[in-house]
């Protein structure tokens, strides 16, 4: 993958705070959200290995879906600019106008969109849906929904090789839980990954983490958990609390926390250094996407 000017690694920095020194907490950020401008997040390491699949076996079309506000559909869209693949985002729900600024930018880098209705969309990986889909559009690549497939976990996994501090304990937001499979995937024994769900009832996060590791690994491994209680009324919802701490946490370390994402990870976690969850002497890792 040439032409894009990556940042990786990722920068890791030290967040000191008395909170912290008070535990016997080391607390690092991993940055991914600096890779790139275009690719939010781990979007980017989510795509990497799904571009080299389309490439390989021909493919100049990739398809993806996603809500209106998608960073992965952004993310497709961007790939198919640099990269040369035609890219159609098929979208639940109706069409607005204007464009919000996430599809908008989208259709700007060439995405062709088409929406899809909600009842629709739940049955999106059906075959009958994905047949119809390729009579309207040709032969394509298909990328799921949140770019998380078997192949987006190699990618997430590399990241745990950047890191370079020894440390105990890594933290992500869930969406889909690819993230959170592909770096889990990559520890040792004596390390845990720990996800944090931006949805409410997201229980069948466990079960898509596992499933992901047995397709992409062929086992899955246990080194993981997943806290369902900062979802702070489900995805993309926020209230006055999340809204303050997202407030605080820039005030003290220059950083604005996504509220969709990043937010109610670092606060769950804050929360669990509060309550004692982490003994004295562990050493964290937040990945920020
Ligand atoms: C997509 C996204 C996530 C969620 O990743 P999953 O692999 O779907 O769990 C977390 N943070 C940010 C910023 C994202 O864009």
Not at 85 to 114: K, Q, W
Request: aromatic share 10%; proline share 3%; hydrophobic share 40%.
């Amino acid at each position: 993958m040439t032409g894009l000017n990556l940042r990786l690694p990722s920068p890791l920095t030290e967040v000191r705070d008395g909170r912290l020194d008070a535990k016997g907490i080391r607390l690092y950020l991993k940055r991914d959200d600096l890779i790139h401008p275009e690719f939010p997040g781990n979007k980017w390491r989510k795509l990497k290995y799904n571009l080299n699949a389309a490439t390989k076996v021909g493919h100049s079309r990739l398809l993806t879906f996603g809500g209106a506000y998608s960073n992965h559909v952004r993310a497709v869209a961007a790939a198919g600019k640099h990269f040369g693949f035609e890219t159609i985002g098929v979208i639940r729900g109706e069409e607005h106008s204007p464009l919000n600024p996430s599809l908008g930018y989208a259709v700007d880098c060439g995405m062709a969109l088409t929406y899809m209705d909600r009842e629709t969309y739940r049955h999106k990986d059906d075959s009958d849906v994905i047949e119809r889909l390729g009579t309207e559009f040709g032969r394509f690549y298909l990328i799921p929904e949140g770019g998380s497939n078997a192949l987006a976990l190699p990618g997430c996994a590399e990241l745990i090789e950047e890191i370079t501090v020894d440390f105990d304990v890594i933290c992500c937001a869930c969406g889909t839980g690819g993230t959170l499979a592909g770096i889990a995937s990559a520890l040792r024994r004596d390390q845990h990954a720990k996800g944090f769900a931006v949805l409410k009832g997201a229980g069948f996060l466990v079960d898509n983490v596992r499933e992901l590791q047995e397709q992409a690994f062929g086992h899955s491994d246990d080194g993981w958990s997943i806290e369902l209680g900062y979802h702070f009324g489900g995805y993309a919802k926020a209230d006055q609390v999340l809204r303050l701490f997202i407030a605080d946490f820039e005030s003290r370390f220059g950083l604005k926390l996504d509220w969709i994402y990043e937010a109610k990870m670092m606060y769950g976690l804050m929360d669990l250094i509060d309550h004692d969850r982490f003994k004295a002497g562990t050493s964290i890792v937040a990945l920020i996407s």
